[in-house]
C-alpha cells in the first residue's frame, strides 16, 4: 500500500534559525497536504497542494510539490517558538478516500 | 464552517472492558467520515471512513469496529479492549473546497 515517509522524525532548533521537513512517498500523490499538531492538540490543516512544481507560502512558511508529485517539502523561516509542534504531510494516492499521513516532524524551538 | 464534535476527551479503561467513543459532525451534510489512531503522540494510522449511513470501511484487521447510523455520527465500538488499544482516536471530515480535514479534539484512550 501507499506509504510516507517524513524526515527528520525531530529538529530542535534555537529561535530565529529556518527550519525544513520533507516528505516522500511510495507513490504519485494526487495531492499533498500539510498539518501541524501543537504538543496536546489535535492536527490543524495547513495547507493543499495539487499541481506538479507548486509553490505556496503563508507568511513565514514555504510549501513546496514536487515536479513527480512523488515529494513535497515545508520550510519555516526565522523559526518562532510559537512554531513548536509536530508538523505531518499527508496525501491520496490512488484513493481519493483514503488520507496517508507520514509519521511528522517534530520541532522544539529553543528561546 | 463545519466543526467536529468527540467526546470524552479522556478515558480510563480497564481490559477486557467494552468501549464507545462518539463523533458528531455540525455545518454539513452527508460528510466523509473517518477515524485515525495516534500511538505515542506520533503517526497517524486510519482505521475507518465512511461514505455515508450504513457504510464503513475498515482499514486495519483489529479489535475495533465502527457504526454510523446517522448522517453526521460516528462511533467507533470494542467489546473487549486491549492494551495495544490505548492511543489518541480521533474523527475527521474533509471540509471545504481546500481538501483539507478538520480534526476533532481527540479522545485519549489508556487501557489499563
Known amino acids: 500500500g501507499q506509504q510516507v515517509m517524513q524526515i527528520p522524525q525531530y529538529q530542535h532548533v534555537q529561535e530565529g534559525e529556518d527550519f525544513t521537513t520533507y516528505c516522500n512517498s511510495s507513490?504519485?500523490?494526487?495531492?499533498i497536504q500539510w498539518y501541524k499538531q501543537r504538543p496536546g492538540g489535535h492536527p490543524v490543516f495547513l495547507i493543499q497542494l495539487v499541481k506538479s512544481g507548486e509553490v505556496k507560502k503563508q507568511k513565514r512558511l514555504t510549501f513546496q510539490f514536487g515536479e513527480a508529485k512523488k515529494n513535497s517539502s515545508l520550510h519555516i523561516t526565522a523559526t518562532q517558538t510559537t512554531d513548536v509542534g509536530t508538523y505531518f504531510c499527508?496525501?491520496?494516492?490512488?484513493?481519493?478516500?483514503?488520507?496517508?499521513f507520514g509519521k511528522g516532524t517534530l520541532l522544539t524551538v529553543n528561546p | 464552517s463545519q466543526t467536529i464534535h468527540q467526546w470524552p476527551a479522556t478515558l480510563v479503561q480497564p481490559v477486557g472492558s467494552p468501549l464507545s467513543l462518539e463523533c458528531t459532525v455540525e455545518?454539513?451534510?452527508?460528510?466523509?467520515l473517518y477515524w485515525y489512531r495516534q500511538a505515542a503522540g506520533r503517526g497517524l494510522q486510519l482505521l475507518f471512513y465512511?461514505?455515508?449511513?450504513?457504510?464503513i470501511s475498515s482499514e486495519v484487521p483489529q479489535n475495533l469496529s465502527a457504526s454510523r447510523p446517522q448522517d453526521r455520527q460516528f462511533i467507533l465500538s470494542s467489546k473487549k479492549l486491549l492494551l495495544s488499544d490505548s492511543g489518541f482516536y480521533l474523527c475527521a471530515s474533509p471540509w471545504d473546497s481546500a481538501g483539507g480535514y478538520t480534526f476533532g479534539s481527540g479522545t485519549r484512550l489508556t487501557v489499563v
Open positions: 507513490t504519485t500523490l494526487s495531492n
Open positions: 499527508a496525501g491520496h494516492g490512488g484513493s481519493n478516500y483514503k488520507l496517508t
Open positions: 455545518g454539513t451534510s452527508n460528510p466523509n
Open positions: 465512511s461514505v455515508g449511513i450504513g457504510q
